[in-house]
């Protein structure tokens, strides 16, 4: 970052004879620019440290000891500064760099995907010399080279400006591009044959100002005027990015960061920026599908015979043998829908948003909250408990990365193993698997006292007492669930016990898309909209909802066990996929088969849906329908339509809507708009969330703050006694997910399985690194590389979530503290 | 001369009469052992300011102006005075990577007289409390880092570096680091870069100088080898009596190679701000006049960097103001001789393709500007260059380096001096340097240009031997 | 090809151990692997890399900025002509056409047995003893025609091996602190005291 923009009186300064008032230690070019006087430049990025290289941003600036030309991207303003941008001096610099660029740039815009949105060419045009003094052979490179699976460089476009290099270095922390060779020669290239592959690579693209480096999404498809755009919200994780989503003729062909300040910084996940992909790709379901008999297999149905099984199913049962899993997916309005649909239409409070691989609604709900920008306040404290935000919130993890190494931050990190936040971290504590209690409890005891009394959960006295001392003072925590082979409750409780420190804020991230506004919608058992229990919230829904559920119902763990012994009539996956995302393959499984109909809300037919729905309602994607997403901070910004849905594919909420028709209630509510209208006289929370808030704030969006619900008392589990080798089980950027599986750039991406193991327990396993190894529980098994990692702690053996043909739910029973497992050679 | 294996040339050192304050020990066949620098008056400089206080250390070498030789000029003892109290550790970081064109003396230094250097690294880091220096060698300079090597070995054997310097709490390490062969790395703040790890890119400044924000952001000094191998006889001997040889604001001497068409090129050590370039030239004591009795064409007075001299400027002295203001500077103290045979378009593409080769590639007007006007200047010198090409090279020239750029008066046209230094586009001065050779050249010797371009065969393409 | 040998990895840690940040030790590390193997190997850069702890792609970064390391075989002897401005004056050109007849190559050529390299360079510091040259940075000064023919008939015959070691061998004598000779390395992550004889004050250090 640059221009510690301060506080502080205003410095006067004078721009081209006009009094401005600018920041203190404001960069000049900022301080123009605010005052709508833009200086042209290539290398200045806001966002990154200046590096004054391309030297097109020359002014004249005079500080008392008479004008000279200055690059307004390095100079901080100064009271009684005088500058003149369009001085003789500055215009004859600015076309000579201008000039110095052109003549060895290719000037093939007519074929180059920046044409029409490159400053070079805009400059060229605005101020360019007409004809080239430049009569020698240009500089010439091998043309576009792929430098990652996403990402191609065009060297003789390359106007070395830093800011991919600086990016991969400072922003991303994957230096994995450089300049190679001096002067007249120099060029970005990677390390021969290390690609660049970064997940935040697509960020250079954005950021490049020529057309250098393109993207392979986008590549060739499109001339920026033929795109229109608007402000919408990533949907592809709960960070809640702001992205600007690009379109021409019906179909989404780009999507670019947005400058949020309080949230993303314009940066994407190539996830974020590229996942749209999977939106247009073959595998949509383009319109409503239902099991034939006689063959079993999914066929195209009309909306009217498909909702027609559907409500027939839901009108046989009983309410308390319905249930609804899934709903992150959803806009917030879609999800106060279905909330109204499940809770006050049928009647069933078997409704969880999540997969038993989050954490307890009421708890993370109960905690006070933290912004992302308090959380990475400068010279903060950080506690980040739970998993792994470089491969769940990327975007998120560019944010504290910053914070730490550019703000002075302090890390601690308390994970079930290392992340690609530790070599940043003040101190990094991964303690046995299901032992985050135990190790809290030592922690919190050491931070009282001053001293450890001994080690804990498998670390070490002297690196609890050091961490310890970390938390004398104010820190924030984000909270996320580290370990699916695990139960959450012992990070739960670690959590909790951290709440009881008074000033304590916490940020969530749970990582999957809008879960929080699922959360705040009621989509979790024994809630109401609006972070309010169930029994809480009964009178005020009274008048709204045509019924609200007596007892709080099951969770989803709890569900798909019912659903396993035949307890449950009709299951509606509302995007949700249990055979790959519920922690136990084996339940979930049974809980397919076990369950009277299966009904799946989706935008592909998932790997759950596939074995088992009976029938499948085609759902309008992110792009294809409007509202509201709700961010782990709880701030919520628009999702905008961009594109029409494909087929006869509906929003979400038009779906609840219908069924709830066909079963004689109506929702009553027409569009979006009238559903937020809605929220806001069902639950105090969306108060805040009127039209005006909204059109006020259109690229921070609209904070919701406050809560309905104590801190829940949270039992720590007592730690598991066994000594054999604990799976640890963590999400990967990368997954078999089934978005992933149709999104062109990203499928190939996800790395194969590997169980990771401390060196120092490689003696307990019979079986060579870099060998296949058989990883085996009570439960199941899974066959993976053997790696060596000094991350893991000595006792647990980890591996990844949904790794590509080892999904590691195959080794964990739902509900257990902890897996134990072996490893053998293959 | 003296006994003792004392001779008189050493390969590319000749001595000249005259006060012997850096280059004393060249003519001894060892005069890089310790034995020889012992026995010579070495290390009593340092055992003279281990007896001082580390304050008054540097009052001897602010006392005594010694002005830095790595081409700036500016006093050691005044730029040792921007450290910013307290922020420790302070580094020191020896410049080594003696590159400019036309310049040979830091590498006689290193070779012949490694210990005088590491004294005076020594004596820099007591009088200012810095934690650790760094001698870096340029790295084709093999024998100088033997040399260098070796010494070390020597001193730290003896007690004269490492921990517990001569048996006294001073304690420092002088390590020995070096290059690879980048001509920009000699600006201090790329040499700090390279001594990182990195490409030797200058930095950007105001507002970082290596004396607040250096090596690893610490404050650090950065000191040419001449300058550091002067601060042994100063401590020594004196500042009063440093001050005693050259001029006022010039004291000491300073060396000087002059190298092209003279009789006796040479690396002199010359007396400070006294002697002037004609004596320089053809002073017996010196390069005794032009090579063959041609004429004197053209003189660089400070180093590939500098704009060009010309006979009507031989009776300037060898001290910095003057020759600024007359249009050029002192420099590196290479002063480059050409005759009446050497033809100018030839010469000035020497250079700029020296520039263009060297140029880091940070600043656009530098590694577009300079490439270009090499190739503008070779199309020219193969014969095919075009009538705009002279305004084509100084409009290019005014785009790295804008407004009159610094130049020799030129009393037969009418021309007035304009003052050293250049104005920049660039982040650090090489990009304009590169302009020198261009403006000098372009101004006095425009018809050599226009008969280039126009007249193919009208002179020698080649330069003359 | 090859990673740096155990010997060399040894001395690469005591050269690093030098330096308040091993990254500092990178150039001297990347010499190091270019006498190993002739020429800077990318397996090598990769070790290095791997030791001063930065990806491959800023080790060669930085390695690509210099120009003498080499990333393709060279001649087991290197030789660079100056061909700047004072050399220039004294000849350089001749010498270039001497030299690039004698060996049967151009400049930036290596001779078909792999011996020689032929390189015109920028100044190299020896301006006064034009025109010059340097086999593997070893100088010659003056040098004729009949210097050259001399030189490289001295070097085939091996008479010079002594003087003149392969190409990527630079300094053979190398710098050795004695054991507990060392003040120590001060990174500014540690060290924030003035250093003891500053502290001791004004009265000189002993
Ligand atoms: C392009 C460029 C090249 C330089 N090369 C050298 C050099 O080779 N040796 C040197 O001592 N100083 C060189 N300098 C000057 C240094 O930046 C610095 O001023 C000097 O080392 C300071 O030492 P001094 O004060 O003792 O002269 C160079 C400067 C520039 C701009
Ligand atoms: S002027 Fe040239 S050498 Fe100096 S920093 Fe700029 S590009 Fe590099
Ligand atoms: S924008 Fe200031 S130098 Fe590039």
Redesign the interface.
């Known amino acids: 970052m640059t221009g510690p923009a301060g506080e502080g009186p205003a410095v006067e300064i004078t721009v081209d004879g006009a009094a401005v008032a600018a920041r203190p230690g404001e960069l000049l070019i900022e301080a123009c620019e605010r005052n709508g006087v833009y200086i042209p430049r290539f290398c200045y990025h806001p966002r990154m440290a200046?590096?004054?290289?391309?030297?097109?941003c020359?002014v004249t600036v005079d500080t008392g000891r008479g004008p000279?030309?200055q690059?307004s991207c390095?100079v901080t303003v100064a009271e009684a500064m005088a500058v003149e941008t369009e001085s003789a001096?500055a215009v004859?610099?600015q076309?000579?760099?201008l000039?110095?660029?052109l003549?060895?740039h290719p000037l093939d815009c007519p074929v180059c995907d920046k044409g029409g949105e490159c400053p070079l060419q805009d400059q060229t045009m605005a101020y360019g010399p007409g004809e080239s003094?430049?009569?020698?052979e240009k500089r010439h490179f091998e043309k576009p080279i792929a430098i990652s699976a996403t990402v191609h460089l065009d060297r003789e476009r390359c106007?070395?400006c830093d800011r991919c290099t600086r990016f991969a270095?400072q922003v991303a922390g994957d230096?994995?591009?450089?300049?190679?060779?001096?002067?007249?020669?120099?060029e970005v290239?990677?390390?021969?044959d290390?690609p660049f592959a970064s997940y935040f690579s697509g960020n250079t693209v954005q950021i490049c100002p020529v057309g250098a480096l393109t993207a392979e999404p986008y590549r060739f498809k499109a001339r920026p005027w033929d795109l229109t755009e608007a402000v919408s919200t990533a949907w592809v994780d709960s960070v809640g990015a702001r992205v600007s989503v690009q379109s021409s003729r019906n179909r989404v062909l780009r999507v670019q960061g947005v400058d949020a300040d309080a949230v993303n910084w314009g940066w994407l996940t190539d996830k974020e920026r590229f996942g749209f992909e999977a939106l247009d790709s073959d595998g949509r379901v383009t319109g409503p599908l239902v099991r034939d008999a006689a063959t079993g297999a999914l066929v195209p149905a009309s909306w009217a015979d498909a909702a027609t099984r559907a409500v027939e199913a839901l009108s046989r049962a009983p309410a308390e043998r319905v249930a609804v899993l899934g709903g992150a997916r959803l806009t917030n309005e879609s999800q106060y829908a279905w909330a109204k649909l499940a809770k006050g239409v049928i009647g069933t409070d078997n409704v969880d948003a999540q997969l038993d691989d989050g954490l307890p609604p009421e708890l993370v709900l109960s905690l006070p909250r933290a912004t992302i920008d308090e959380v990475c306040r400068p010279g903060g404290v950080i506690v980040l408990l739970g998993g792994d935000p470089k491969e769940e919130l990327g975007s998120l993890y560019l944010r504290l990365r910053h914070a730490v190494v550019s703000d002075g931050a302090t890390l601690i990190e308390i994970t079930p193993r290392a992340t690609g936040l530790s070599g940043l971290a003040a101190h990094s504590l991964h303690p046995r698997p299901g032992e985050t209690a135990e190790l809290m409890r030592a922690l919190l005891a050491a931070a009282a006292t001053g001293a450890a009394d001994g080690g804990a959960a498998g670390c070490d006295r002297a690196a609890i007492a050091a961490a310890a001392a970390a938390l004398d003072g104010e820190f924030t925590v984000v909270l996320g669930r580290g370990s699916l082979a695990e139960t959450a409750d012992s990070a739960a409780a670690a959590a909790a016990m951290l709440a009881g420190r008074g000033s304590v804020r916490f940020l969530p991230v749970l990582r999957r898309g809008n879960v929080n506004g699922a959360f705040d919608a009621g989509l979790a058992p024994g809630l109401a909209p609006g972070r309010t229990l169930l029994a809480a919230g009964t009178d005020r829904l009274a008048g709204i909802w045509p019924r609200v559920p007596a007892r709080p119902g099951r969770d989803a763990r709890a569900v798909l066990k019912a659903a396993s012994v035949g307890e449950i009539d009709v299951l509606v996956l509302l995007g949700a996929d249990p055979l790959n995302d519920f922690s136990d393959r084996a339940v979930a499984a049974n809980a397919l088969d076990g369950a009277g109909s299966v009904i799946a809300v989706d935008l592909f037919v998932n790997d759950s849906a596939a074995r088992a729905a009976d029938v499948v309602l085609a759902a309008a994607g992110p792009t294809e329908t409007e509202g509201t997403f709700t961010n782990i901070e709880g701030r919520v910004s628009p999702m905008a339509q961009k594109v029409t849905p494909p087929g006869t594919a509906r929003a979400d909420w038009m779906i609840a809507a219908d069924l709830a028709r066909r079963l004689g209630a109506d929702l009553g509510f027409a569009s979006p708009a009238e559903i937020r209208s809605e929220m806001a006289e069902a639950s105090e929370l969306h108060r805040a969330l009127t039209p005006e808030a909204l059109a006020a704030s259109p690229v921070e969006g609209v904070m919701l703050a406050g809560t309905q619900i104590p801190v829940p008392a949270v039992e720590a589990p007592v730690a598991p006694g066994s000594r054999g080798l604990r799976l640890v089980a963590t999400r990967t950027m990368y997954d078999d997910g089934v978005m992933l599986r149709h999104c062109p750039s990203s499928r190939g991406l996800a790395r194969g399985p590997e169980a990771r193991v401390n060196p120092a327990a490689l003696y307990r396993i019979d079986a060579r690194p870099s060998t296949t190894v058989r990883v085996s529980s009570a439960r199941g098994h899974l066959d993976a590389t053997l790696v060596v990692d000094e991350g893991v702690p000595v006792g647990a053996v980890a591996v990844g979530w949904l790794a590509p043909g080892a999904p590691a739910n195959a080794l964990i029973e739902a509900g257990s503290p902890v897996t134990e497992v072996t490893v053998e050679a293959r | 001369m003296a006994a003792d294996g004392y001779v008189d040339h050493a390969p590319g050192y000749v001595a000249n009469e005259g006060p012997k304050i850096v280059t004393g020990r060249f003519g001894y066949e060892d005069s890089h052992r310790l034995a020889r620098f012992e026995a010579t008056g070495g290390y009593e400089g340092l055992l003279r300011a281990l007896a001082l206080a580390p304050g008054a250390v540097h009052q001897q070498v602010r006392d005594a102006i010694l002005l830095g030789r790595g081409g700036a000029g500016f006093p050691a003892g005044v730029k040792w005075g921007f450290l910013p109290p307290g922020r420790y550790p302070y580094y020191l970081v020896v410049n080594g990577d003696e590159s400019e064109p036309g310049t040979y003396k830091d590498r006689l230094l290193m070779e012949r007289d490694p210990h005088q250097l590491i004294e005076g690294c020594l004596i820099a880091c007591y009088a200012l409390g810095l934690s650790q220096c760094f001698l870096y060698v340029r790295g084709e300079m093999a024998l100088a880092q033997e040399r260098i090597a070796a010494a070390l070995n020597e001193a730290y054997e003896a007690g004269y570096a490492g921990r517990r310097i001569c048996g006294t709490d001073f304690s420092v390490d002088v390590v020995l680091t070096w290059g690879a062969g980048?001509y920009i790395v000699g600006e201090e703040t790329a040499l700090i870069e390279s001594l990182e790890g990195n490409?030797g890119m200058p930095r950007?400044k105001p507002p970082y100088f290596p004396a607040a924000v250096g090596l690893y952001g610490q404050p650090t000094i950065v000191n040419n080898v001449e300058t550091l191998s002067n601060l042994g006889w100063i401590m020594a001997n004196g500042a009063d009596a440093y001050r005693r040889h050259g001029s006022e604001s010039s004291p000491g001497t300073r060396m000087f190679a002059v190298s092209g068409h003279v009789r006796r090129p040479g690396v002199y050590e010359v007396e400070h701000g006294v002697t002037t370039f004609r004596e320089l030239l053809y002073g017996d004591n010196f390069a005794r006049g032009i090579l063959h009795d041609r004429e004197l064409k053209a003189f660089i007075p400070g180093g590939g960097s500098a704009p060009w001299f010309f006979p009507e400027h031989l009776d300037l002295p060898l001290e910095a103001k003057p020759v600024g203001a007359a249009g050029s500077m002192l420099g590196s103290g290479a002063v480059v001789v050409m005759d009446e045979t050497t033809d100018a378009v030839d010469a000035a593409l020497r250079l700029v393709r020296f520039f263009?080769?060297?140029?880091?590639?940070?600043?656009?007007?530098c590694?577009?500007?300079?490439?270009?006007l090499e190739?503008i200047l070779q199309?020219i010198a193969d014969g095919r260059g075009?009538p705009s090409d002279i305004d084509?090279l100084l409009d290019v020239s005014?785009?790295?380096s804008?407004?009159p750029y610094p130049a020799a008066s030129d009393e037969a046209r009418g021309l007035a001096a304009v003052a050293f230094p250049p104005?920049q586009?660039?982040?650090c001065p090489l990009g304009p340097s590169a302009v020198a050779p261009v403006v000098s050249t372009i101004r006095r010797f425009r018809s050599e240009y226009e008969a280039r371009i126009t007249r193919r065969d009208a002179i020698p393409v080649k330069a003359a031997s | 090809m090859s990673r740096l040998t155990a010997d060399n990895e040894a001395r690469a840690r005591r050269i690093m151990a030098l330096y308040p940040r091993p990254k500092s030790a990178l150039i001297p590390l990347l010499h190091l692997a270019q006498s190993q193997d002739g020429h800077l190997t990318?397996e090598a850069?990769?070790h290095v890399a791997e030791l001063v702890g930065?990806?491959?792609?800023?080790?060669?970064?930085t390695a690509?900025?210099?120009e003498m390391f080499k990333f393709h075989p060279v001649g087991r002897y290197l030789v660079n002509v100056c061909t700047n401005i004072s050399c220039a004056l004294l000849g350089a050109d001749d010498l270039v056409a001497h030299a690039s007849a004698a060996l049967g190559v151009k400049p930036g050529g290596t001779t078909d047995d792999g011996m020689f390299t032929l390189e015109t360079v920028e100044c190299m510091a020896a301006c006064t003893e034009a025109p010059c040259l340097a086999v593997n940075y070893r100088y010659r000064l003056r040098v004729t025609p009949n210097d050259f023919d001399d030189l490289v008939a001295a070097i085939r015959s091996g008479d010079i091996d002594q003087e003149i070691p392969h190409h990527g061998t630079l300094a053979r004598v190398h710098q050795e602190i004695p054991e507990g000779r060392m003040a120590g390395i001060s990174s500014p992550e540690q060290a924030r005291a003035a250093p003891a004889w500053m502290a001791a004050g004004a009265e000189g250090a002993g």
Do not use: H, Q
């Not at chain 1, 003094?133 to 020698?136: I, M």
């Not at chain 1, 994995?176 to 020669?185: D, E, Y």
């Not at chain 1, 290239?189 to 021969?192: D, I, K, L, R």
């Open positions: 200046s590096v004054g290289m391309c030297r097109m020359l000279s030309l690059p390095m001096a004859k610099a076309n000579g760099v000039e110095f660029l003549i060895n003094r430049f009569v020698e106007i070395l270095d230096p994995l591009i450089s300049f190679m060779g001096r002067g007249g020669a120099t290239n990677t390390f021969a290390e | 980048a490409r950007l263009a080769r060297e140029s880091c590639g940070k600043c656009t007007p590694r577009e500007g300079t490439t270009w190739r199309r075009r084509l005014d785009n790295i804008p407004g104005r586009t660039t982040i | 990318d850069v990769r930065i990806t491959p792609a800023e080790a060669a970064g690509t900025f210099y």
